[in-house]
């Protein structure tokens, strides 16, 4: 495709170079952006953003348009999306903004080379600090991963009752925000105090440069809680495919439980039945599973099926950051410069690829519930748990609820006005 009659804006395709804490810019952006969109008519038809909501439409005749591999309109739609999407601006020029990206690299076949850019900046500005500030505003605003925290950790206390040696294998990509409420709870049994050892498996390149300041503070903050405590990393995986049981070092004396929080949706598809056959193999008490509920891999051979897809789970969660988060959030952006990296991977990679050898591709949790029975059996939630979720979820502002799986799917779905948007699940190995 010829790209010369379409430059994408600079700030606006690579605006994740600007510092997060730049607010001065990030307004004047904005600003700008609006008088610029209130005067910006087509001579034959009325500006599209008057009408509200109108990123979804122009977006879905963009990718119908790339999957048609109509040159003209294809221009015609990019050009008009550029003069319309801001991701400074307001619900529908942030969707319209971080989808176009992904749209333009599909439609130029740029995709590969736009991640590896994108996870190159988003690595070299990554910081503790940051990676922490983001976490638990995110948690303060919204139960989207809370909910998993809760029903896992109350998963997982169950399961090793009574033991006194424990090995928590983290596989998530939390930064250990899970744990400091399992502390607590272990501190405060009625009987003595058990050893944990936590082993956290490090795939992500920015997981990894900070791994040694949140070792720090998960130490200081066992010995604070008097539980004997000792804390291990995995890395240099470029796949948790690669993982082994010698890379765990397990003990005999310990009861085991796994935890699996986002880190199978980065596992190459046609690899994800063998990393469960190796959680099996470990033989724990429990595998805890929290996964986001889309499917990104049953349409991988259709564009338009995996855009459409795509478009309603984003569009949920930008909805939901929209209600949760003040406009001029710096959070609230680094979320969406993360989402719109995700985005670029799924809609404009081919296969699994995005430079790490991971990826993006998202099941529900129907699907997962047909992999996972190949080696283990669900284990269900009990009423003091599902107690907590409810507690949880009286924290935050309405619209958050959940419910449980129907059928021969198992555990517990969190939703946003009825919409599942993330599933949560505890299993034990197929005797």
């Given at each position: 495709m010829?790209?010369?009659l379409y430059?994408?804006?600079?700030?606006?395709?690579?605006?994740?170079?600007?510092?997060?804490?730049?607010?001065?810019?990030?307004n004047?952006?904005?600003q700008s952006?609006?008088?610029?969109?209130?005067?910006?008519?087509?001579?034959?038809s009325?500006?599209?953003?008057a009408?509200g909501?109108?990123a979804a439409?122009?977006?879905r005749e963009?990718a119908?348009?790339?999957?048609?591999?109509?040159?003209s309109?294809?221009h015609?739609?990019?050009?008009?999306?550029n003069?319309?999407?801001?991701?400074?601006?307001?619900?529908?020029?942030?969707?319209a903004?971080?989808?176009l990206q992904?749209?333009?690299?599909k439609a130029?076949?740029?995709?590969?080379r736009c991640?590896?850019?994108l996870?190159?900046v988003?690595?070299k500005?990554?910081?503790f600090?940051?990676?922490?500030k983001?976490?638990l505003?995110?948690?303060e605003v919204s139960?989207w991963?809370?909910?998993?925290?809760?029903?896992s950790?109350?998963?997982?206390?169950e399961?090793?009752?009574?033991?006194?040696?424990l090995h928590i294998?983290d596989?998530?990509?939390?930064?250990?925000?899970q744990?400091p409420?399992?502390?607590?709870?272990?501190a405060?049994?009625?009987?003595?105090?058990?050893?944990?050892?936590?082993?956290?498996v490090?795939?992500?390149g920015?997981a990894?440069?900070?791994m040694?300041e949140?070792s720090?503070?998960?130490?200081?903050?066992?010995?604070?809680?008097?539980?004997?405590?000792?804390f291990h990393?995995v890395?240099?995986?470029a796949r948790l495919a690669?993982?082994?049981?010698?890379q765990l070092g397990?003990?005999e004396?310990?009861?085991?439980?796994?935890n699996c929080?986002?880190?199978?949706?980065?596992?190459?598809v046609e690899?994800r039945?063998?990393v469960?056959?190796?959680f099996s193999?470990l033989r724990?008490r429990?595998l805890?599973m929290?996964e986001?509920e889309a499917?990104f891999?049953s349409?991988m051979?259709d564009?338009?099926?995996?855009f459409e897809e795509?478009?309603?789970?984003y569009?949920?969660?930008?909805?939901?950051?929209d209600?949760?988060?003040?406009?001029?959030?710096?959070?609230?952006?680094?979320?969406?410069?993360e989402?719109s990296r995700?985005?670029?991977s799924?809609?404009?990679?081919?296969?699994d690829?995005?430079g790490?050898?991971?990826?993006?591709?998202?099941?529900r949790?129907?699907q997962?519930c047909?992999?996972?029975?190949?080696?283990f059996?669900?284990?269900?939630?009990?009423?003091d748990v599902?107690d907590?979720?409810?507690a949880l979820?009286k924290?935050?502002r309405s619209?958050w609820s959940f419910?449980?799986a129907q059928?021969?799917?198992?555990?517990l779905?969190?939703?946003?006005?009825?919409?599942?948007?993330a599933?949560?699940?505890a299993?034990?190995?197929?005797?």
């Open positions: 010829d790209t010369t430059k994408p804006k600079q700030s606006y395709f690579f605006y994740s170079n600007q510092q997060e804490n730049d607010r001065v810019n990030m004047n952006s904005s952006q609006s008088n610029h969109t209130s005067t910006s008519r087509s001579s034959e009325s500006d599209p953003s009408n909501k109108w439409r122009l977006l963009c119908n348009a790339i999957s048609e591999k109509d040159s309109k294809i015609q739609l990019l050009w008009m999306l003069e319309l999407a801001s991701p400074y601006g307001d619900y529908d020029q942030k969707l903004s971080h989808f992904a749209l333009f690299c130029t076949e740029s995709g590969e991640y590896k850019t996870l190159s988003a690595e500005s990554h910081s600090e940051s990676s922490r983001v976490i505003k995110f948690q139960p991963t809370t909910f998993g925290h809760v029903a950790n109350g998963a997982i206390l399961a090793l009752e009574g033991e006194t040696k294998i596989i998530s990509n939390t930064f250990c925000t744990w409420t399992l502390l607590e709870a272990l405060t049994r009625n009987n003595e105090t058990p050893h944990l050892r936590l082993t956290v490090v795939t992500a920015m990894r440069s900070v040694r949140i720090q503070r998960m130490e200081k903050f066992a010995r604070l809680m008097g539980v004997p405590f000792e990393v890395s240099g995986l690669e993982l082994t049981e010698e397990l003990r004396d310990e009861a085991i439980a796994v929080i986002g880190a199978l949706r980065r596992v190459n690899e039945d063998a469960i056959r190796m193999s724990p429990v805890t929290v986001e499917d891999t349409s051979g564009f338009n099926k995996c795509c478009l309603r789970f569009s949920l969660f930008f909805e939901m950051l209600e949760s988060f003040v406009p001029t959030s710096n959070e609230r952006l680094m979320l969406e410069r989402c995700s985005i670029v799924v809609l404009a990679c081919d296969g690829s995005d790490e050898g991971e990826c993006e591709r998202r099941e949790g129907s997962w047909g992999r996972l029975r190949e080696a059996s669900p284990v269900g939630y009990s009423d599902v907590d979720v409810k979820l924290r935050y619209g419910v449980p059928g021969d799917d198992s555990g779905y969190l939703t946003w006005k009825d919409e599942a948007v599933w949560v699940s299993w034990k190995p197929t005797p």
